[in-house]
């Protein structure tokens, strides 16, 4: 079978990590990949959104199926593209990604469909939106609609920090994804990500997963796409597992069925495990970054046959295999992320560091110069290392970081706090 992945980051060298083993496979290729990709794929110079490049390319490489690993592209339709010129893919359709590309949507669905999340109001205009925080009170969330790259959240503790976010977000900020605002009720409890392999009717969950989304230790700091990440997450138990599946997959996956745009690909569950068990914070529609690079170090079945199965409707016939041990992955960045950073510092001594026993590191933002490997984006390398604990493998991946020479870059020391606090607790 010949496979096509789209996408660059270190998800998409995951997935292409845990492909280029199947027996199943033929020729790999990405589009547009990065420099740790080249190693296992054939990169190819596309963009995710140029989709006549895409089906051009599927049709001159006789590519099988196709892999879509970010939202931006599933959102805008890709999935439908590939479906009707009769091309295999992996991932939603746009009506069925509106999951992620929609807040308001997916709110409206769980009032629908008695799916436990927070309560909300969805606004076209400031003056109401502002209405609700005054009758609601602070703290409380504001978000734009739309996608917006993980940014278009505001937890605001005051009435004034809200009421300055809706004019924010209705001034423009977030472009049309700000053309609706959505207001909800802040959620305490743990935060969890919950990953599902659906196929229009059935889902089988995969391992959990913990990230960290703040660039500063201790959770502080700006929001990012993601500073690290372990799995399993501890507050996951198996009867948790089952309550998510009952009470948000199964339920969502037969709401979009019944509205004739049933869910096929990665459906990612946003939890919050409060007191009184677990909301949805958010859906998206692919697996996370850089969850899926813990997902993968963890997997010991094959990934590709489950793949093609959420597309032909045989999900249920798949079991995955997971490693006992666990992964933890510590994302590498330019300085500077989340904000303005240079591109183009040298990465050095990769490869010795990579040569450590239990540890994987994959690529993001990075692109080779003949035989240097250089920084090219925010997010630039996740160091993703095996351990029989979450302590073993943090020790185990902060000697592969503190291995890597990259001046220019920095990590967040603590990624898996949590889980090694109670993992010494219970010591
Ligand atoms: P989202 O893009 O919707 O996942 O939101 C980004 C982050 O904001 C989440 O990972 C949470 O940490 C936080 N968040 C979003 N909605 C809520 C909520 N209703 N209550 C508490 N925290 C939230
Ligand atoms: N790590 C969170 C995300 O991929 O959205």
């Known amino acids: 079978m010949n496979v096509l992945i789209i996408g660059s980051g270190g998800r998409e060298h995951a997935l292409a990590w845990a492909i280029s083993s199947s027996p199943l496979l033929g020729e790999l290729f990405c589009a547009p990949g990065n420099a740790g990709i080249a ?23 006789s590519i099988d199926f196709v892999v879509v690993g970010p939202e931006d592209p599933l959102v805008n339709g890709l999935v439908d593209r590939l479906d009707a010129e009769g091309i295999k893919s992996f991932g939603p359709t746009a009506a069925a990604a509106q999951l992620e590309g929609s807040k308001g949507f997916t709110k409206d669905l769980c009032a629908d469909y008695d799916i436990p999340t927070a309560a909300y109001g969805r606004f076209a205009s400031a003056d109401e939106a502002k209405a609700y925080v005054e009758l ?3 703290p409380i969330v504001i978000k734009a609609d739309g996608l917006a790259a993980g940014k278009g959240v505001i937890m605001a503790e005051t009435e004034a920090e809200a009421e300055a976010a809706i004019d924010e977000i209705f001034g423009g900020k977030f472009g049309g994804a700000g053309a609706e605002i959505v207001i909800e009720e802040w959620l305490e409890g743990e935060e969890a990500s919950f990953f599902a392999l659906c196929d229009g009717v059935n889902a089988v969950p995969l391992a959990s997963a913990q990230d960290h989304k703040r660039v500063g230790e201790g959770d502080t700091g700006l929001n990012t796409g993601g500073m690290g990440a372990y799995s399993p ?15 948000i997959v199964k339920p969502t996956l037969a709401a979009m069925a019944e509205k004739g745009m049933p869910f096929k690909g990665v459906l990612f569950v946003g939890l919050m495990i409060t007191r009184s068990g677990p909301q949805l914070i958010e859906f998206n529609v692919r697996f996370g970054d850089p969850e899926c690079q813990v997902l993968m170090a963890r997997l010991m079945s094959d990934l590709l046959p489950a793949l093609v199965a959420c597309h032909d409707g045989t999900i249920d016939q798949i079991d995955l295999e997971w490693n006992d041990d666990a992964a933890l992955a510590v994302v590498m960045a ?3 992320y989340p904000e303005a950073y240079e591109k183009g510092s040298e990465i050095k001594n990769l490869s010795e560091a990579g040569a450590a026993e239990g540890i994987e590191i994959f690529h993001a933002g990075t692109k080779r110069d003949g035989n240097k490997i250089t920084a090219i984006g925010g997010r630039v390398l996740a160091v993703t290392a095996l351990g029989r604990t979450v302590s073993k493998a943090q020790a185990r991946a902060y000697q592969a970081v503190d ?4 001046p220019q870059g920095f990590s967040r020391r603590d990624i898996g706090y949590r889980a090694v606090a109670r993992e010494k607790k219970s010591a």
């Open 233 to 247: 997450a501890p507050v996951i138990s198996i009867s948790m597992t089952f309550a998510v599946m009952d009470r």
């Open 334 to 336: 330019a300085k500077g």
């Open 403 to 406: 291995a890597i020479d990259w």
């Open 39 to 61: 190693e296992v794929a054939t990169c190819v110079d596309m963009g995710v959104n140029d989709f006549d490049a895409i089906i051009q390319f599927c049709g001159e490489k």
């Open 136 to 138: 609601h009170g602070a």
